[in-house]
């Protein structure tokens, strides 16, 4: 019929940084560890301010593109493949990723990965303000107890141990440090008040041993007065070792005996 509208219609495809990168160095990050790295240390809102002062600090042109154009836009309606969109890109100079995560909220279909949905540590940063009405449609539904085992699972080996174990002793020293500065500052502190008190001595009243007895404050006092952070914080520590101990222990019984499967 020519009174036939046909409704806009907006369809796109949303994949990693990887996958739709146009940045030519970032691109050929050997993983994907490597290129989202490589593109937060050049669109991170703190690195763009310190490029407002510093010139020799690099930016992604298309992220600038992207923010300064696409950010406000509007893609034509249609649908959208990550070629599409990556072609869409070159020629707005516009990065692809972030047009795309800024579009799916104004899409009707959105196809993505399960991890977008199922992995936590990516769907809060993708899916979350997706409405309730939305239609979920899961190809391929058998993959779907695989995709959750592998989105809530953490491989750990002893190298991994071992740079707990590191992460702790610096933790460790720092608490360390905190604790003697402000060990030393309550010192100081009782120092200032003796001597005050001393000073408003009158000469026909004798120093006792017991007023003198006593330079510096007892280390139980001082424990009972430290912050409750320090302490909560020297809490979590020990809480910590015990957990990677037990945890290193676990590894080592389940590699003496392989027919046990492991549980971490």
Known sequence: SPLYVPPKFLGLSLSSRRNLCMHPRVKE????????????AMTASWVR???????SIELCGYYEGYETQGGKDWIPEGIYTLTDL???GEEKKWCPYFLARHMIYYSNVVVFSYQYIIDP???????????????VVFDEAHNIDNVCIEALSVNIDRLTLDACYGNLSV????????KQKDASRLNNEYQNLLNGIMATVRDDVPVTDQMMGNPALAKDILEEVMPKEIQQGEQFLRV??????HVKKTIKYKRNHPRISSGI
């Open 29 to 40: 990050g050997k993983d994907s560890q490597a290129v989202d790295g490589n593109c937060r």
């Open 49 to 55: 301010t310190a490029a407002t002062q510093d010139t």
């Open 86 to 88: 990556k072609a869409l």
């Open 121 to 135: 540590k990516i769907s809060d940063m993708v899916t979350k303000e997706f409405v309730k009405a939305n239609v």
């Open 171 to 178: 933790l460790r020293t720092g608490l360390k440090d905190v």
């Open 240 to 245: 910590l070792r015990t957990f990677i101990e």
